[in-house]
Structure formats: structure tokens, C-alpha cells
């Protein structure tokens, strides 16, 4: 308490100016970048993940034009099930170097506009433009980097505009594909407060279940709801959760100084107890992140398993290679390895795979002389 007072002593005279922060997230962007490598498929239900009609059609969507979301098909579904929902949908195998080109490209545009940003994945990232008087400002810069996007990538994205991360992001979901939504804290109670609580990231399908058997069924619900009550369905987390809800954010844009590891998780549509499915996946990953590391231009020594079951209990299992690697065939061995003997017929939510102890191979090289030496 009495270091927030000191700090609140140090803030500069004057009225505070709320923050201005967008939230960019490009719309189905494996898919939409697929398009504009192949404009025949503008307008028809693509998805993104194996062909299930040659037989090798295992594993699960990466995503899916919005033609073929209007069948039901979504990202982390199994792409069996998507065939059975949209048997004419074209199925294209997903091309990492190809998205993460275009995803350096996009983010090199948005850096443009920014005071500062953070990419969070590969296809979203926070501006924080404070440095703009006011909110119609920030909403005509975000229309400019629409357009930007669109005549320079040929690619469409959804903005958010708020005054922290959390309602910005809120506000980019809200009118995908193409959508710009502007939420200045004083429409934060109009605008957000009747959408539902699971609109706040963080709060998963359970939560939301265990807010609503409570009766909390909006952000606002939230908002208002007794402190006391909250703490007894979200223990810890029961303040931050009220405090983002009443849009109380002061989460920093921040970039990133280089990756310490790389990761990819999927929470799938339902829970699965079919081990080949979650291998397929992790293999899957493994070819995403062996990207990722080429395009850093790094190699890891660390691989970890994170597999969260049905019940949420979570397991991780780790193995540190003798030498750092971004050998395809040696990360997925490993990541099979250590997978295995965690799917004994569980059923699994979620699957997720972290290469970490980055360095280059250069380096890794050195440290070996220096050891001989
Ligand atoms: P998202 O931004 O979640 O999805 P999207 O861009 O395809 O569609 P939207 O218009 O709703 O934003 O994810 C970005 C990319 O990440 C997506 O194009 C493919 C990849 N991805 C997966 O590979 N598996 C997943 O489960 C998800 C959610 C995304
Ligand atoms: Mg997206």
C-alpha cells in the first residue's frame, strides 16, 4: 500500500490521459494468406489441415476460411470431423514458412504505427498509441493501417481499440472478419459490460460455468458482482478478474527483447482420448516450431510436453538434448518419446509443446571448443 502511494507521488502533475491501445488480429490467417497465394479459392470453404480423403487426414483444422466456419468447422477440431461438416471444403495441408513470412511482414507494417508493440502470437499484436490525443484519432490510424494492410499484404485484420489490453482485445473479436471497434472508457459499461463473461480472456468454459451456476453470466454481472461471493468460485483470482471486467487494465505493451523459447498449445474443440490424434498434433507442432527456429535463426536444447487432461490436471514432461538442435526428426522423436507414456487413455484437452534453452548453433558450437580446450 505504501509503495503504491510513493509511486502515485512520483506520477507527473497534470489531469491523467486515459492509455490508447489497439489489438490487430488478422482474420483466419493461414487460410487468407492461402487465398491470396491462390485466388481461386476467394469466396469457397477452406480449411487449413491434412486432406482427410487420402488417408493421411489425421490430426486436427489449423483453421478455416469463414466460408467454411459457417458449416460448424473451427480451428483445433478434428480434420475428420470437419470432412463430415463440410465435405466439399477444400483441404490444404498448412505451409509454415509461408505464414511466418507474411506474419513478419504484417507485424513489420503495424510496428510503423506504434510508440510501442508486442506481438503476441503470429498473427496479433498490441499498439499502444497514447501518444495520440484521442480516441477518433487512434480509430482513423487504425483505419489506415487497415488499408495498409490490405493494398501492401493483400490481407484483412480486426482492430480493438481500448484503454488497456484486455478491452482492446474484446473489442477485435467482437466485429471479425474486417471489424474496427472503438471501446474509450466511458463505453466500456454500454459496450461491454452485456457481453458474456468468457468474452475476458483467461475465463475458460469452466469458469464461465462455475460463474454462471452463481448466476454471473455478463462482463457486467461480473463487474458488479459481491468480492466476497467471487472469491468463493475464483479464490486468487477473483480480483484481477473483477478488476479486468471493469476494464481496470494497466498491463503494459511491451516489447520483447528476443524469444526464450517458442511454443504452440492447442485446447481442442472436446476431449479426446485417441493418442494418435495428440501425437499427430505435437508433430505437427514440432514442424511449426522447427519454422519458428529458422526463421530465428536459432536451435534449442530443451524440449517440453504439456498435456492438460479432461480433469485440468496438467502434466509436463521435459528432456534436454545432448547438443542444441532444430532438427525436425530429432524433435519429434523427442516430443513422441515423451508424450507416450502420458496417454494412457485419459482424455485430453489440451496439448502444447515448448522449445527452450535457445541459442544459436554457433554458439552452441563455441561452448563445446571452449570445453574441449
Ligand atoms: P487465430 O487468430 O485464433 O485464428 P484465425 O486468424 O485463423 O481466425 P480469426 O479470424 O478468428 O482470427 O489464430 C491465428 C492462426 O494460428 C490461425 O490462422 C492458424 C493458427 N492456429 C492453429 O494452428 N491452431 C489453433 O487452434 C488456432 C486457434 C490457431
Ligand atoms: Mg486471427
Avoid at 492461402?34 to 469457397?44: F, I, M, N, Q, S
Avoid at 482492430?159 to 471489424?179: E, F, Q, V, W, Y
Amino acid at each position: 500500500m505504501q509503495k503504491n502511494q510513493a509511486e502515485n507521488q512520483e506520477l507527473p502533475p497534470g489531469p491523467l490521459k486515459h492509455r490508447i491501445i489497439l489489438h490487430v488480429d488478422m482474420d483466419s490467417f493461414y487460410a487468407s494468406v492461402e487465398v491470396r497465394e491462390h485466388p481461386d479459392l476467394a469466396g469457397k470453404p477452406l480449411v487449413i489441415g491434412a486432406d482427410p480423403r487420402d488417408g493421411r487426414g489425421r490430426g486436427v483444422v489449423c483453421t478455416c476460411s469463414y466460408e467454411a466456419r459457417s458449416y460448424g468447422v473451427h480451428s483445433a477440431m478434428p480434420v475428420s470431423i470437419a470432412y463430415h461438416l463440410c465435405p466439399h471444403a477444400i483441404f490444404l495441408s498448412p505451409r509454415f514458412p509461408v505464414y511466418a513470412s507474411a506474419s513478419k511482414r504484417v507485424m513489420a507494417i503495424l510496428r510503423e504505427y506504434a510508440d510501442r508493440f508486442q506481438q503476441v502470437s503470429i498473427d496479433e499484436a498490441y499498439l499502444d498509441l497514447s501518444s495520440l490525443p484521442d480516441y477518433p484519432h487512434a480509430a482513423a490510424t487504425a483505419r489506415q493501417i487497415k488499408d495498409d494492410i490490405l493494398s501492401r499484404e493483400h490481407l484483412t485484420c480486426s482492430i480493438g481499440i481500448g484503454p488497456g489490453k484486455t478491452i482492446a482485445k474484446i473489442g477485435s473479436d467482437l466485429r471479425k472478419p474486417g471489424g474496427l471497434v472503438v471501446i474509450p472508457p466511458e463505453k466500456i459499461e454500454e459496450m461491454v459490460y452485456p457481453l458474456p463473461a468468457g468474452r475476458i480472456p483467461g475465463i475458460g468454459k469452466k469458469t464461465g460455468e462455475a460463474l454462471q451456476q452463481k448466476g454471473i453470466f455478463t462482463i457486467g454481472d461480473l463487474a458488479k458482482a459481491d468480492i466476497q461471493q467471487l472469491m468463493e468460485i475464483l479464490g486468487k483470482w477473483a480480483v484481477p478478474l473483477q478488476d479486468l471486467a471493469r476494464g481496470n487494465d494497466d498491463s503494459q505493451v511491451r516489447e520483447h527483447s528476443g524469444s526464450k523459447s517458442v511454443s504452440r498449445e492447442i485446447t481442442f474443440d472436446q476431449d479426446y482420448d485417441n493418442p494418435e490424434l495428440i501425437l499427430d498434433t505435437l508433430r505437427g507442432m514440432s514442424r511449426d516450431l522447427c519454422k519458428d527456429l529458422e526463421e530465428l535463426d536459432l536451435s534449442a536444447r530443451t524440449i517440453t510436453v504439456k498435456i492438460r487432461f479432461f480433469d485440468f490436471t496438467t502434466v509436463s514432461r521435459a528432456r534436454s538434448l545432448p547438443c542444441r538442435s532444430r532438427d525436425l526428426p530429432v524433435i519429434q522423436r523427442t516430443a513422441r518419446e515423451l508424450a507416450l507414456p502420458l496417454l494412457s487413455g485419459k482424455k485430453v484437452r489440451l496439448a502444447g509443446l515448448r522449445l527452450s534453452s535457445l541459442d544459436s548453433l554457433d554458439s552452441d558450437q563455441k561452448s563445446i571448443g571452449d570445453f574441449i580446450r
